[in-house]
């Protein structure tokens, strides 16, 4: 039997889908991304925190987003953020404290 959705719970429905969706990006994305390259989470969570630590939140969730949008690649950070100096030199920064 079809039971008939109200207006109201339709829209409340999109609209708590479309805010999940829109979650700003974090260190459980970095730490994710870098597991499925690196493969450590110890190191990879060191990594996270040290980026976190380093960057801005704007420039933190950028990284974040970029690196699970990313996971895929080879590449651990995306060109667009590479030519970015300062995240650049912070992504090193955390990649030699963590990973050497």
């Given at each position: 039997?079809?039971?008939?959705?109200?207006?109201l719970a339709s829209?409340?429905?999109?609209?708590?889908?479309?805010?999940?969706?829109?979650?700003?990006?974090?260190?459980?994305?970095?730490?994710?991304?870098?597991?499925?390259?690196?493969?450590?989470?110890?190191?990879?969570?060191?990594?996270?925190?040290?980026?976190?630590?380093?960057?801005?939140?704007?420039?933190?969730?950028?990284?974040?987003?970029?690196?699970?949008?990313?996971?895929?690649?080879?590449?651990?950070?995306?060109?667009?953020?590479?030519?970015?100096?300062?995240?650049?030199?912070?992504?090193?920064?955390?990649?030699?404290?963590?990973?050497?």
């Amino acid at each position: 039997m079809k039971r008939p959705v109200s207006l109201l719970a339709s829209l409340t429905m999109a609209l708590g889908v479309a805010a999940c969706g829109a979650a700003a990006a974090g260190k459980p994305e970095v730490a994710g991304a870098c597991t499925t390259k690196m493969g450590s989470e110890t190191k990879c969570a060191c990594f996270a925190d040290a980026l976190e630590k380093n960057l801005t939140p704007e420039e933190f969730s950028e990284v974040a987003t970029a690196m699970e949008a990313n996971k895929l690649s080879s590449a651990m950070l995306p060109n667009n953020l590479t030519a970015k100096e300062k995240i650049s030199e912070i992504f090193t920064q955390a990649t030699m404290s963590c990973f050497v």
